[in-house]
């Protein structure tokens, strides 16, 4: 640098840091190897050659730090979220009655929680890895100097393009979501959703797979269910329709209908099925030379089927012993 200039410029003092690394306001990193060294040579060679990559490596060490920090943050944030979202909503007294049919045993009884939890939790922890690293990542490719906006822009009509093309499958997966948040059903559950019914042996974000009373195995694309009936949810209820002569005494079949979901509620086999009382509801319907009574019975989610066969076979039984004809509505 030429005398003149040099003492032109303001903050060229002999012996100072801002003459060594020839500016006015020099890096930390330049002022600590003036302060060590006093050698202006070396400091001019440190500020041309080794200033800008050493921040570079602190920024970038830096950035990936706190990313991976805020990462792990966001996991853990995520995994304690989904766990209390997939808590099960059903009662205490249900809960401990639905773990004695399951043979007491919690893995099974929580199956169904955990999955949710597992699949929502991996869907949010990807989502943020992706949206924390790929800032970091924006962030130090900034830092080094590459111009953005064509980056950005490229990406925006590639995304949107695959987007287009992939609604279906955006579509899928959104309601495979929301469908596990909020718990519509889940493995092991009996659920119709119109199109098919069945036992629902696997549930991912972009389908469902179930299984009907013929072994058929079914898969339907999330997107594409409009509404489903889940018969498994938290508890269920047994529906007997009996119908009986039109001359027979109400009172009589009622008592006997009574008595025999009261024995089949205290059988030791049935009582941790049968969730309340049963209940005869009385004449549903008169269909020509026939009455139908109605009894329910609250039951263990998914047991209402084996409840309502039981008691079928057992009101025969009944009947036949108080000589009470079953009728055949019109």
């Known amino acids: 640098m030429p005398l003149s200039l040099h ?16 500016s006015q306001d020099p890096s930390v990193a330049c002022r600590l190897v003036w302060g060590i060294s006093h050698n202006e040579g070396f400091t001019r060679f440190f500020k041309t050659w ?28 995520i995994t304690r979220i989904t766990l209390r979202m997939a808590e099960s909503t059903m ?12 043979d007491g045993s919690p893995a099974l009884l929580n199956q169904r929680r955990a999955q949710r939890a597992k699949t929502v939790g991996s869907v949010l922890r990807s989502i943020a890895s992706i949206v924390i690293m790929g800032t970091a990542l924006f962030s130090i490719l900034g830092q080094i100097g590459l111009n953005l906006t064509p980056v950005l822009a490229s990406a925006t009509v590639i995304g949107a393009a695959v987007g287009f093309g992939a609604q279906n499958i955006v579509k899928d997966v959104l309601a495979g979501l929301f469908m596990l948040l909020e718990d519509q059903y889940g ?12 036992t629902v042996e696997a549930v991912t974000l972009r389908v469902t797979r179930m299984r009907d ?11 594409e269910i409009k509404k489903v009936g889940n018969e498994s949810q938290n508890w269920g209820r047994a529906v007997l329709d009996i119908p009986v002569d039109i001359h027979e005494d109400t009172e009589k079949v009622s008592q006997i209908l009574k008595n025999t979901a009261d024995a089949l509620a205290a059988a030791p086999a049935w009582e941790e099925l049968i969730l309340e009382e049963p209940s005869v509801w009385g004449v549903q319907a008169l269909a020509g030379d026939a009455m139908v009574i109605r009894v329910v019975l609250k039951t263990a989610p998914g047991r209402q089927g084996d409840v309502a066969r039981e008691l079928r076979e057992r009101v025969k ?8 004809s079953v009728a055949t509505p019109a």
């Open 213 to 223: 009373v013929n072994g058929v195995v079914w898969y339907v694309p999330n997107g």
């Open 91 to 102: 009662s205490e007294k249900v809960r401990e009655r639905t773990r004695t049919v399951f």
């Open 7 to 22: 003492a032109s410029l303001p903050w060229a003092q002999d012996g100072t840091p801002e003459q060594a690394c020839q």
């Open 50 to 77: 080794l200033d800008r990559p050493l921040y570079l490596i602190l920024t970038i060490i830096v950035t990936l730090a706190v990313a991976l920090l805020l990462r792990s943050m966001a996991h853990r944030m």
């Open 317 to 324: 039984k009944a009947f036949d012993e108080a000589g009470v």
């Open 187 to 198: 493995v092991g559950d009996v659920i119709d959703v119109g199109s098919a019914k069945g």
